[in-house]
Each structure stands twice: as C-alpha cells, then as structure tokens.
C-alpha cells in the first residue's frame, strides 16, 4: 500500500522553462512535506519542505504548494537548469517521525 | 562533520551469504532510518530507531532481515540468507527534527 505516490516516473523540460512534478497521498495524519534530490550514486538530499498548515513554500526557484483537500503536493522549479537534472523524491512525515517516500520522477533538463 | 557514513558503499556476494551493511549517523542525531531503493517502491523504509531503540519494523521485508544498533554512533543491517531479489541500494540516513540526512548508500548485488 503506497502512501505517498508519484505517478511520473520521469519528466523532460527545456532549460528555462518551468518543471512541475506532482506528488499524492492518502493519509490525512501527515504534517510535513518534504522533497528531496538525488544525484546518481549518491544519497538524497534535502530540497524543501512545507508545514500541513501552510499552502505554499518558496526558496529560490524552488516552491512547493500543498492543497490538503486534494491531499496534493507539487514542486516547482523555475527557471529549470541542466543542473537540476535529478531524482527527485517528495516524503511525508507521519506523527510517529517516520518519513513515508514516493517512487521519485526522474527530471532531465535540456540544455 | 563528515555526514551519514555507510560501509561498505558496493558489496557483490552471491545468493545464501550472509551480508552485513554498517552505518555511523551524524553525531547527535536521535533518528536512524534504514531505507531501501527500488525501482516499483522507490525509497522504502525498512526500520527506524530513536534513540538506539527500534520503533517500527514493519517495512523489514522478511525474517531473513535484521538490524540493530548497539549505541548512538553505529547501526548495521543484515541479511542472513542473502537472495537475488535483495540486490538494491540501502541507505541510511539520520535525523534531528525534521531535517533528514542520508547515506551515500550501499550497492548491494546479490547473484
């Protein structure tokens, strides 16, 4: 049973334009959100977060948006460099401090 | 400090061995967590302890999977008969809060 889903398992953009990549869950418990980033053969890396009591998060390029009636988050990255070519993993934190992952989308941007 | 370390980073060994994968969390962290990556689950949590003390197991995908951690600065995981299906990247990762850090990961084949 996947609590946390990334339906995406990859995404292609442009360089300068903008990257969305989504992210659903099913418990309504969860009050944290989290994204991180992964370069190959290395570990994750934390990108962002947001409280379950906030709707929007911003840091850079890098916002990310929870719609907790949908049970819905996003990340967006604007503008997209080649650099940000990655795997990028949203997570939801559970009452008890255990982070739940999703599958993680694959995110190439062309120069 | 040095971060999340993991040993050893690469382990091929073949299907019944006994493998055993170490982890040093960063100093004064009181969260380990074991994940393991897959393409279907993507990151996936087998076990975490707070403060050396081990909450949830549930994600341990069999009896053939262990994992302790003796003190605050070292955990292991082990897997006491090695399969194939096992081959995967593990990851450990710390935390303090809210904020996760991880492992550069092991790549572990078993063939």
């Known amino acids: 049973d996947q609590q946390v889903k990334q339906n995406s398992p990859s995404l292609s953009v442009q360089e300068g334009r903008i990257s969305i990549l989504n992210c659903d869950y099913t418990n309504s418990m969860f009050d944290y959100f989290l994204w991180y980033k992964k370069y190959p053969a290395e570990g994750p890396t934390f990108l962002i977060s947001?409280?379950?009591?906030?709707d929007k998060n911003e840091d850079g390029r890098f916002t990310v948006f929870l719609n907790k009636s949908a049970k819905h988050l996003s990340l967006h990255i604007v503008p997209s460099q080649p650099g940000d070519s990655a795997v990028y993993f949203c997570a939801a934190k559970s009452n008890t401090g255990k982070l739940i992952f999703g599958q993680g989308t694959t995110l190439q941007v062309k120069p | 400090d040095a971060g999340v370390i993991q040993s050893p980073r690469h382990e091929v060994t073949e299907m019944g061995q006994e493998v055993t994968l170490r982890c040093k969390p960063i100093s004064g962290h009181d969260y380990l967590f074991w994940y393991r990556q897959t393409m279907m689950r993507g990151l996936e949590l087998l076990i975490y302890?707070?403060?050396?003390?081990?909450?949830?197991d549930s994600g341990m995908p069999e009896d053939r999977f262990s994992a302790k951690m003796p003190n605050a600065s070292f955990s292991t995981l082990k897997i006491q008969p090695s399969e194939p299906r096992d081959s995967a990247v593990y990851f450990c990762?710390?935390?303090?809060?809210?904020?996760?850090?991880f492992g550069p990961g092991t790549r572990l084949t078993v063939l």
């Open positions: 990762a710390s935390s303090s809060r809210d904020r996760m850090f």
């Open positions: 947001i409280s379950s009591i906030k």
């Open positions: 302890f707070n403060n050396n003390v081990p909450i949830d």
